[in-house]
T-cell receptor
Framework: EAGVTQFPSHSVIEKGQTVTLRCDPI?????LYWYRRVMGKEIKFLLH????????ESGMPNNRFLAERTGGTYSTLKVQPAELEDSGVYFC???????????FGPGTRLTVL | RKEVEQDPGPFNVPEGATVAFNCTYSNSASQSFFWYRQDCRKEPKLLMSVYSSGNEDGRFTAQLNRASQYISLLIRDSKLSDSATYLC???????????FGTGTKLQVIP
């Protein structure tokens, strides 16, 4: 069974540019989560989708971040315009639901110069 | 006070040693608890779920103490391959909000 996949694995952009990260969850998993780890800090929750609906987006840092999950399958996280403090590793995770284990993707390492 | 707190370590232990990590959480209504393992520059992977009755998987034992609001992880007979960061994860609320601890770094030394 394929795991959670994320694209790209690395992205280096300049301040002010736009970047879109993609996450493909495990097939059949209704729950999809985005997280971010800034260097030296703990992994922080960004938002949670149940199917195509945003269940909880309380962790989104500001309106420069936009997440979508059209059709309830893959999800994208767009950062526009990117700032230096957006650098970090963005993880996506999926789970079948309830209080079950979340399966993490390999992450996208974003560097904003 | 952080919602989930862990000693960041590092814990440097010799092979074969027993090591224990604790994690405290502030939300008494938290429902689910997990230990994840994260290797350097890799994604977190589930090590084990944590139940009130305690659970054991080989050399690993996890315990939950709801009264004192902490969970623990015990690793017996440490192996070099156990070297990693161990993340405490707590789920709370109707939206299953996930909160991570900062992680505890373990280095097993030959």
């Amino acid at each position: 069974e394929a795991g959670v996949t994320q694209f790209p694995s690395h992205s280096v952009i300049e301040k002010g540019q736009t970047v879109t990260l993609r996450c493909d969850p495990i097939s059949g998993h209704d729950n999809l989560y985005w997280y971010r780890r800034v260097m030296g800090k703990e992994i922080k929750f960004l938002l949670h989708f149940v199917k195509e609906s945003k269940q909880d987006e309380s962790g989104m840092p500001n309106n420069r971040f936009l997440a979508e999950r059209t059709g309830g399958t893959y999800s994208t996280l767009k950062v526009q315009p990117a700032e230096l403090e957006d650098s970090g590793v963005y993880f996506c995770a999926s789970s079948p639901g309830g209080y079950n284990e979340q399966f993490f993707g390999p992450g996208t390492r974003l560097t904003v110069l | 006070r952080k919602e989930v707190e862990q000693d960041p370590g590092p814990f440097n232990v010799p092979e074969g040693a027993t090591v224990a990590f604790n994690c405290t959480y502030s939300n008494s209504a938290s429902q689910s608890f997990f230990w994840y393992r994260q290797d350097c520059r890799k994604e977190p992977k589930l090590l084990m779920s944590v139940y009130s009755s305690g659970n054991e998987d080989g050399r690993f034992t996890a315990q939950l103490n709801r009264a004192s609001q902490y969970i623990s992880l015990l690793i017996r007979d440490s192996k070099l391959s156990d070297s990693a960061t161990y993340l405490c994860v707590v789920l709370s609320g109707g939206y299953q909000k996930v909160t991570f601890g900062t992680g505890t770094k373990l280095q097993v030394i030959p």
